[in-house]
């Protein structure tokens, strides 16, 4: 197993490395030039060129992309354009709101999601898996914003329940901290739900029809035992991978819920840099989030060990 999670470690750096050149090249890619967005629209040619250099850009691309790598190293991500500030500060003041609206959408797509597909495949073919499917389909159709805008209005505007926007640190108390999550992280987790509910229904379906199922069910257990024991853990591998790459829909959702709902993480700070052309911040959450989704996959890929000795051969 150890050799296995060795292997996985050393093809993930390649996969960081092509990363990293890729959020780099985002300053050549983007139309117009950083060092005039600076300057202003009144700066003269001379000081243009006085700011690109001050920034090196006016060294080859490989030597700027080395330096860039080696400062990366020391964790220095640059410094913002227009506030002047290092860009890890910026992201250190924003990563919370980010990463409790994650979780907390994880783990609620858990709780609801596999239960959820586990019923549906059991009553296949009853009123409770069409409703079920019924409710994934039309969740996976509606974009994160409309949802939002929906709880929005019904929970907070009309039943006044819930605060409409904001955010308030886990520090000052779990229940003002989940006042803040609940109608955002529904909003982001309907999607996923959706997704993952489907994923579950389509595998458990092709378990229950095992022999070693009916093998189960032939010694007396019960069905929750069947369901939750036997048939769930080894349909679990194409679930595994799914909650994985739904973890890209959740940082790109977090950027369009974090707008809706007011939430000062980074995806407020992502839409703020696009508009003001901040490159440097733009780099560095790019890279943070592209970071994160690659952890998230090499821990996909540990996990299939566990629910399936063969992976590790």
Known sequence: MASYILRRVLVTLPVMAIVALFVFSLLYIAPGDPAAVIAGDQASPADVERIRQSLGL?????????????????????????????VTSMIAQRIEPTL???MLTLALTLVIAVPLGVIAAWKAGSWIDRSIMAFAVSAFSLPVFV???V???????ELDWLPVQGYTPFSEGVWPWLQNLILPSVALGSV?????????????????QQDYVRTARAKGLGQRDVLF???LKNAAVPIVT???IGVALLIGGAV??????????????????????????????????????????????????????????
């Open 58 to 86: 006016d060294q080859p691309f490989l030597v700027q992309f080395g330096g860039w790598c080696w400062r990366i190293l020391h964790l220095d991500l640059g410094t913002s354009i227009f506030t002047n500030l290092p």
């Open 100 to 102: 409790s609206l994650m």
């Open 147 to 149: 949802v939002g805008y």
């Open 151 to 157: 709880l929005a209005y019904v929970f907070a505007l």
């Open 192 to 208: 996923y739900i959706a997704l993952i509910a489907r994923i579950t229904r389509a595998s458990m379906l092709e378990v229950l």
């Open 229 to 231: 024991i036997h048939a």
């Open 242 to 244: 799914v909650i994985g």
């Open 256 to 313: 369009v819920t974090e707008s809706v709902f007011a939430i000062p993480g980074l995806g407020r700070l992502t839409v703020d840099a696009i508009l003001r052309r901040d490159y440097p911040v733009i780099q560095g959450i790019v890279l943070m989030f592209s970071f994160l989704y690659t952890l998230v996959n090499l821990m996909v890929d540990v996990t299939y060990t566990l629910l399936d000795p063969r992976i590790r051969y």
